[in-house]
């Protein structure tokens, strides 16, 4: 019977746990839900990776290259910066965004690939040396509103001045994409340098 009791106990405590990251988190996953989209130019936007499925974009990944359209169709931009690198075959997301904005009627000379990070502190840190040599002292952001937070502490911990562009979602369950941002949250602060 004790050895029942201890475990209920860590089931209990476990969930106590976990609904405590949701409601300290959940604020800064929330944050950006409802922004506009912004009125300023900037020389350029970091456009963060998402899922490839069979060599092209996700669903979501497609909702984030609409939005680098957007900017750059509105004249808020000149360049994309295209973050993203190899998956299992070895095909980059900054290479398949790449073609697929190109098919959106971006020119190529507009977009600069970085095709090596493999998470998002990746994302932020290897776009710091483009966004160094090519002098952009500030530029746009373009995630998802629930990555936004987690991905501006990854900007301001490598030096990068960004403003963010929040994607709101119609294809992903946001329950489950907040949840998990908690999580990563969690892990960025106790993990990571």
Known sequence: MPLKIAGLLGMVLFGVAGLSVLIYWWPAVSRY?????????KQAALVL???????RPSPALRERLEM???LY??????????????????????????????????????????DRSRNTE???RFSKRILDEHHWDEVYLVTHDYHQYRALQYAARNGIHAVPVPVHSQVLWMPYHKARECLALVKLTLFSR
Do not use: C
């Open 68 to 70: 680098a359209v957007k």
């Open 122 to 124: 990746e994302n932020l």
């Open 49 to 55: 990776g998402a899922a490839l499925w069979d060599e």
């Open 33 to 41: 839900d409802t922004s506009p989209m912004p009125a300023d130019q």
């Open 73 to 114: 169709e509105q004249k808020k931009v000149r360049y994309l910066v295209l973050s993203g690198g190899p998956e299992g075959n070895g095909v980059t997301e900054a290479q398949v965004m790449k073609e697929y904005l190109i098919s959106r009627g971006v020119p190529a000379a507009s977009l600069i690939l970085e």
